[in-house]
């Protein structure tokens, strides 16, 4: 983030974000739309690390917070 500064390297973050919730979700066989509309727009950070721990823990089928 600091090399692009916040706001671009925000964006670049959620973009890789997206793609590994793809990927995760495929080999897991598990929904992200929800947790990908609910995560990605978000620019507060608690919320979007909150979401992708309840996502990797299993706590959330594809569903956030």
């Not at 500064?5 to 739309?33: F, M, Q, S, T």
């Not at 909150?50 to 594809?62: A, I």
Request: glycine residues 14%; charged residues 25%; without cysteine.
């Amino acid at each position: 983030v600091e090399l692009y500064g916040e706001r671009l390297g925000n964006r670049i973050v959620r973009k890789h974000i997206g793609w590994y919730l793809d990927v995760a979700g495929a080999d897991w066989g598990r929904p992200v739309g929800t947790i990908k509309a609910a995560t990605l727009p978000s620019s507060d950070s608690d919320l979007v690390l909150g979401n992708l721990e309840k996502f990797f823990s299993g706590e959330s089928e594809g569903k956030a917070a």
